[in-house]
């Protein structure tokens, strides 16, 4: 494979705290081996085997990484019902589209939150073996969860701390690459309490001993501050939704917050529209659910603008598939995001990029380091969206590890709101 140049009016690298202008990248053999401003390429004109020049009004920046998906969900309004009606045969299918939705978007990897293995690992494995075109999957299969307990219907049901170290054993063996567990009930799962914690401490510690046994992270399923806890204190990877619930409502626990903070966990809030695509505010008025809708979504702003703030690091990822959730909604998502935390756009696409990549936990990416933009970076695999009209807007947030570049050519449109 020759080599080819990529000349842009804009590039975000991922990790920078601005977007480089008038720029080019350098793919060699497949691998990304330069990104730097069109005026280091004088005299250059030619020497390359291809040249794609994007033109004016486009930044090209690495494919999105939606960390929480579930990719054999219906997305509608009766994922449970629908999943325990429809054949193995039909969740097959049904995942193979919403992966390919999810690459149209700009999308190219997904961390997959909880799918039954004889789905999950075949998908990822047809991807990888380049059978049909979607993006990276990350995936842990059945999630660990208790008898009758969130995501029963797809999870491995453990109730001890014996039970789910082999339960963690099993799925390793099976070729999870990362553990899910559910410290918490849910919403998608009629009869669990999403308030109340599902494991003790001492079984979530013992979820974690086992997984970092074996070399794998572990995410953390926790809405109720219960299950927040525990999942802190057996030191997760990354906690998912981390909601402070309570039965008022959204909380906030500032020396949980610290704790998360100074162990370096991640926090995947999984901010997404929902129903929010077909409702408006004014409705709110005259509607006590849906002020309930608007309010609850609100809390959640709030609650992930302080958790940044308090020096927690956050990965984006939008529980595709959970209901009113489809694959292709998550440009949409970290606009809403950004937006109504009032976090830097160019921040909140770290999220989906760079910080994503590190929290992953996998040598899928290649190995991350400390870099300045413009230096070159050698052997990075190739990826890159490209969205039209990227203001480069300054951005806050941390500066964060390099990024590895993945997997495929994708172009989609976003509101340019987004970075403006």
Not at 250 to 270: F, K, N, S
Not at 299 to 304: A, N, S
Not at 349 to 361: F, R, V
Request: aromatic share 6%; charged share 20%; with cysteine.
């Amino acid at each position: 494979m020759g080599s080819m140049l990529i000349k842009a009016e804009r590039i975000f690298d991922g990790q920078s705290d601005q977007v480089l202008e008038h720029a080019y990248v350098l793919v060699n053999g497949g691998l990304i081996e330069a990104i730097g401003p069109q005026s280091e390429l004088d005299g250059s004109t030619g020497k390359f085997a291809q040249e794609i020049d994007l033109g004016s009004n486009v930044t090209l920046m690495p494919g999105l990484i939606n960390m929480h998906t579930h990719m054999s969900f219906s997305g509608s309004a009766t994922v449970f019902a629908d999943h325990q009606t429809e054949s193995h045969e039909m969740k097959l299918i049904r995942s193979v589209e919403n992966l390919k939705m999810a690459l149209r978007t700009g999308v190219t990897t997904v961390r997959d939150c909880g799918t039954l293995n004889g789905i999950a690992f075949p998908m990822r494995e047809a991807v990888e073996n380049g059978i049909f075109q979607a993006p990276r999957v990350i995936a842990s299969g059945q999630g660990i969860t208790i008898t009758g307990g969130h995501l029963w219907f797809c999870g491995v049901e453990a109730d001890d701390e014996a039970g789910v170290r082999r339960a963690v054993r099993s799925q390793v063996k099976a070729g999870a690459d990362f553990i899910k567990a559910f410290a918490t009930g849910g919403n998608t799962t009629p009869r669990t309490n999403s308030l109340a914690a599902q494991y003790s401490e001492a079984e979530m510690c013992a979820i974690t001993e086992e997984a970092q046994r074996l070399n794998v992270h572990v995410a953390a399923h926790a809405h109720g501050t219960p299950g927040v806890r525990n999942s802190i204190r057996a030191k997760v990877t990354t906690i998912e939704h981390c909601s402070f619930m309570t039965a008022a409502g959204v909380g906030y626990e500032p020396d949980e917050v610290r704790m998360i903070a100074d162990a370096g966990l991640y926090v995947c809030p999984t901010i997404f529209q929902g129903r929010g695509k077909y409702l408006d505010r004014e409705q709110a008025k005259e509607s006590a659910e849906v002020a309930h809708f608007f309010d609850l979504r609100d809390q959640r702003f709030t609650l992930v603008r302080r958790l940044v703030e308090d020096g927690v690091q956050i990965v984006s990822g939008s529980d595709s598939g959970v209901g009113y959730n489809s694959f292709d909604d998550y440009p949409g998502d970290l606009v809403l995001a950004t937006e109504g935390t009032d976090l830097s756009p160019l921040y909140m696409l770290k999220t989906a990029t760079s910080i994503a990549a590190e929290a992953t936990g996998t040598q899928r990416f290649g190995d991350t380091r400390t870099r300045q933009s413009r230096r070159p970076v050698r052997r990075a695999r190739q990826s890159a969206t490209r969205y039209p009209g990227l203001d480069p807007t300054p951005a806050g947030g941390v500066a964060r590890s390099g990024y590895r570049l993945t997997a495929c050519l994708a172009m989609v449109m976003l509101d340019r709101a987004f970075f403006s």
